[in-house]
């Protein structure tokens, strides 16, 4: 009888609510992997942030006399408080770096092809947003770290052209207080770029209800194929749910435990002469631009070229789905913008470790360009092997062999090995010279650039000419 | 035959299916009321700040009387919790008085919440007659624990894992006198941040959980 | 004693659900002032049981591959379990 009512109560909830019918499109078995869901990952941790904010605001008081001992006190002497203060602190580490994940796996896969550019747009916005939410929420503990880090960032709005830097400057700052810097920085981490967000995610979500999720990009290119187990679809109710449960479940208990184990103690209390001693570096995740700053050619005026550069890396983000307008959407054959992702990716990680070991130190023009030049050189290299080895048809079957094959390069003869190692060892022991010079700071160009080009010609051109000689030989 | 064989094992499926769900939901019910148990906690929320919490203002000592070789203790800011006052002789970290010297720390250790003794310079503790202090600074008996008193109570060498926390003294040039008016993150050992212990088995979270020193019980 | 794919699912069900109620009905029965870490790590050892419950519920088998997922989850539970003991006595 009990189990009777029990299933006429569900019944009945499920009518109201409207599970019964899904209004949502099926879902695809291909799209239910963590790949795919990297964007709604970072929605839950935006839920996340969303929760423990609030339980926050209850303690945390926006003036500039209270915000910090607020915030200490939440951490020291409400119940829990350091656990919520913790989970809201890495929990936006974690949107960001999924927003960036999100991207990166899109751009890869080239979801931004038709019909889905609009999306791509209103994502780099987001991604955008998110950011501002994070310098925001940065400021609000009033510690000297964050202050002086905010005044920075504020400080970089004023080399905008003057019309547009004013604006934004008076929208922040305020008059220039350090009060209305506080109350407005606190005024768009709560509601305005909230709001902003939220409503983002709903048009992004009409839209992929619209479109649904893209298919592999081999699928797209090449047709699906027939009766595939993946192109299998789910209701929304109940298998979507299922996981999000699920992953959102495992991302919740892993955050949950870096804060119990890592949890957070605050720096010092901002005051103007702490903040003289102190050597100002924003989070990790503007680390990257932080960096390029202190390149020396971005110094003084030149800071205009930096800012721009960084700019027009944003506008052509953005404006990607109109400039890559093939048809094709596997990365195997986009191996420009395959090519340029991994750039940078590769430069972003470099650029942020290296603004973490340097805080503060101006970085000389010759070191600055060689490490991201070197670093492009190195990236640009790998992939263009990786995809010479695609073509050769060696994927999937990587053994020394045919990884030299595709090198061009015999070393099926030990005695011509033997020959190649040496040089190789040797170009290694120089190459390692010139890039530890790099990052000491102190090298002489003209060597170093007259050695590295010596070795790498000398060391192909043998190649070659042993290639020619080994082929005469054996027609395999 | 076969058919209602068919027709048992799917009733079966059927029926392990659902209590599957059964199970599911039981699994989900148990995570909520788990994430619900926080809320148990609203007996013990403290009230938003602003509202009665404040450090106590005591005056401790004039700066005429005080001598270097005489380290001054008293319980700051609760009754139990003792601090050290000591006059270095030459300017210091945060140091007050007319010659920046003047600095005071809790005297609880960090590390695991002994009551440490302060060294003059060329003095020895207790427990280490081979250790000779070149500047001010505690010594803990307990484990070996030092923290510098010339420079804001950092730990010199030792098991403690953050400075001891500075109380933060006030000098009133027209008559000398100092008072202590707060202390300096972290706070003291047993009222701070989880994963420290209370000795006497009840935690207190903030000052009114125990009794604020006041100039009477300065001194016990 | 040999299970087949159903009872397989099953018993792996109900056990995970056991222990998902047998860490609720401790958290609820702890000292939340001075367990606060221990609340901490073990809510994210019953949120990873959860997240197996729910994988159990909606993969049709789990045998094979499955397993091994089901295998790294007790693994990651049983870890937080354990920091959670940790952080309990230290």
Partial sequence: MSENLGRRFVNWVKKVVGLQTNVLRPVPEYSMNPFYWLGALAAIAFGLQAFTGLLMLIYYVPTTDQAYSSTQFIIQNVPLGWLIETVHLYGAYAMILLAFLHMFRGYFVSVQKHPRELMWVIGMLMGLLVLGMGLTGYLLPWTVVSKSASDVSIGMLSFLPAQIGNVLIFLIAG???????????????????????????????????????????????????????????YPWWPNVYLYFAMVGGVFIAFLLVASVLFPISLPPEFSPAAASNFVPQPDWYFLWMYQMLKFAPFEGSGIYYALGAVTVLAIMLVILPFVDRGRTRSPWSRPLYVTIGLVMIAELIALTVWGYLTPGALIPTVQAAGVTGGLFLVVVAVTAFAFRLRRKGFAGRFTVNTVVRALGLPFRHAGITGMFLIPLIVGSVAMENMVGALSSGQVDLTSAAVSSAVLFVCFYGMARVMRHLTLNRDKT | MAGAQEENKETLQEGRRSFLKLVLTLGAGATAASFISMFRLLTYIPPPQGGTLAWPVVKVANASTLDPSAPLRFNYPLVDTPSILIKVGYPAENGVGPDSDIVAFSGICQHLGCFYSPLLAGGSPKCNSNFRAAAPQGYCCCHGGQYDFVHGGAVISGPPPRPVPRVILSYDDSTGDIYATGMSAPTIFGHGPPGTSDPNGVLKYDLQGGDLVTEATLFS | MKLDEGSLRFTVATLLATSAAAIAVYLWNIDLVNGQRVFGAMLGSELVIFSMLVYVYSKPSISGKQSTWLLLGCFVAAVFLLISIQVGVS
Avoid: C, N
């Fill in chain 1, 175 to 233: 008059a220039g207080s350090s009060a209305a810097e506080l109350t407005r920085f606190f005024d768009l981490h709560i509601i305005v770029l909230p709001a902003g967000l939220l409503s983002l995610l709903g048009l992004k979500m009409y839209m992929f209800e619209s479109h649904g999720p893209s298919k592999p990009p081999k699928w797209e290119d090449s047709g699906t194929p027939q009766g595939s187990e993946r192109s299998k679809e």
